[in-house]
């Protein structure tokens, strides 16, 4: 893997080649998140635009290249990546806008976002001939290692808060996993699976632990312009817990800004949810995300529920590096912002997914684009992972279905009442 120059401490800025350390700079324990970092010029020679118009491939690995994996590995056969952009001019006139996008990772195998690096993940795992491989994850993050693992046939532990989605617990279950329900937080969770991984050497898939989780994340940055033509947006909106998201979207821009692929670093906005809000407060505060004390989290968006944001310094830089801001949001805006979303675009979103939308709502409310912006918002998660709150939101919304006996008779009656309301 001659393309990566090395892993770079974000804290001290020691550099360590891959051969040297597995996850974090030795010096600084579980903070000492490390940044891979690539040989531009070696990586520009071999790759261009131009293969990539000719590439048949649809997933994440038309970037392999630029991904932390030997060229000649072999990658799981579910299809992660390439998701589909969607243009959507209601939602846009709606809010006053010309340009809104909806990037649509609902549809990956395991239906969120987090495929992009379980798959990276799984390559990794086997590279290293790992038996067993582990990660704490809020749902989706287990739920794409259970998929992709099951895909190749590699064994995996789970662990998850035990109030996790059962949709989740489900996916987990079906793929195979091992799976452990932590009687506490995602943040207990997290401590307990990395206890584990060190006592029985298991290959870790720790959000931010590992490095390689934000080369998978960085492919939705690669997607979104090259889908673009390579004219980048102006403005991402993306839904932050740990940060590993924001912070590998943040990553992919650097990427084609060092191949001059493309010509400006569009704002990154990251979108918390009020009870989670740590990266927001640190924000507003300008406190430093590594002294400040973790928060006690809790909000409707399961998925985004972070007491302390694994991946805090790769999260604030890419606010920070890219003139973006965070945004909080409440529960009963993100709640409101699923049939919203889903409404204006035909893109059903769980409440980490729809708090990109609601996000983008109040940026709108507080000035923070410009009508000719050309925006894109993330959906990181299919609808169908948390069908309790999907319910929620459309009582919220006063939408409800009919009741109806099974006779013409009654449903005129059902349909009269639906006309006058429509009047
Ligand atoms: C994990 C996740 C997020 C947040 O990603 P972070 O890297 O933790 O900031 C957002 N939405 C969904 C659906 C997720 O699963
Ligand atoms: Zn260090």
New binding site residues.
């Given amino acids: 893997m001659n393309h990566i120059l090395n892993l770079k401490c974000l804290i001290c800025g020691e550099e360590y080649s891959p051969d040297e350390v597995e996850y974090v700079c030795p010096k600084h324990g579980n903070e000492g998140i490390l940044n891979v970092r690539y040989d531009y010029e070696l990586i520009g020679q071999n790759f261009s635009q131009n293969q990539l118009r000719q590439s048949q491939d649809d997933t994440i690995w038309r970037y392999k290249p630029l991904l932390p994996v030997n060229p000649a590995a072999p990658v799981p056969p579910l299809k992660v990546g390439w998701t589909p952009l969607y243009e959507t001019p209601r939602l846009a006139a709606g809010l006053g806008l010309k340009h809104v996008w909806i990037k649509d990772d609902g549809r990956q195998p395991t239906a ?3 495929d992009r690096a379980s798959a990276v993940a799984v390559v990794k795992a086997q590279e290293k001939g790992a038996k067993i491989v582990t990660t704490a994850s ?1 749902g ?2 287990a739920a794409a290692l259970s998929g992709l693992s099951a895909s190749v046939r590699q064994a995996n532990v789970i662990f998850v808060p035990e109030s996790a989605p059962p949709a989740k617990i489900a996916q987990l279950l079906v793929f195979g996993s091992t799976v452990l329900l932590v009687k506490g937080t995602y943040d207990d969770a997290f401590e307990l699976c990395l206890e584990a991984a060190a006592e029985y050497g298991w290959y870790n898939r720790n ?1 931010a632990y590992n490095p390689y989780m934000t080369e998978g994340k960085k492919t939705a940055s690669y997607e979104i312009c090259e889908q673009l033509n390579w004219q980048a947006p102006d403005v991402i909106f993306v ?8 912070g590998g979207l943040h990553k992919g821009l650097k990427d084609l800004l060092a191949l001059g692929w493309i010509e400006q670093m569009p704002r990154l906005i990251g979108v918390q949810a009020e009870g989670s809000s740590f990266m927001f407060q640190a924000w507003e505060s300008g406190e430093d995300v590594l002294t400040k004390a973790p928060i006690d989290a809790q909000t409707v968006a399961d ?2 529920s ?1 007491g302390l944001p694994r ?1 805090r310094l790769k ?1 604030m830089a890419a606010v920070k590096e890219t003139d973006g801001a965070y945004i909080s949001v409440t529960d009963e805006e993100i709640l409101a912002a699923i049939p919203a979303m889903a409404r204006g675009s035909g893109v059903f979103g ?1 409440p ?2 729809a708090t990109a939308y609601a996000g983008l709502v109040k940026a709108v409310d507080k000035g923070l684009v410009l009508a000719s912006d050309r925006i894109v918002v993330l959906n ?2 299919n609808g169908l992972k948390d069908i309790a709150s999907a319910m929620k939101s459309v009582d919220l919304v006063g939408t409800q279905a009919y009741r109806v006996a099974p006779d013409i008779d009654d449903l005129r009656r059902v349909m009269a009442e639906e006309v006058g309301k429509r009047e």
């Fill in positions: 969120s976002f987090k809020t989706n993050a959000t839904s932050v817990g740990d940060g590993c998201i924001i998925s985004i972070a991946d999260a769980e980490a997914g990181t998660g």
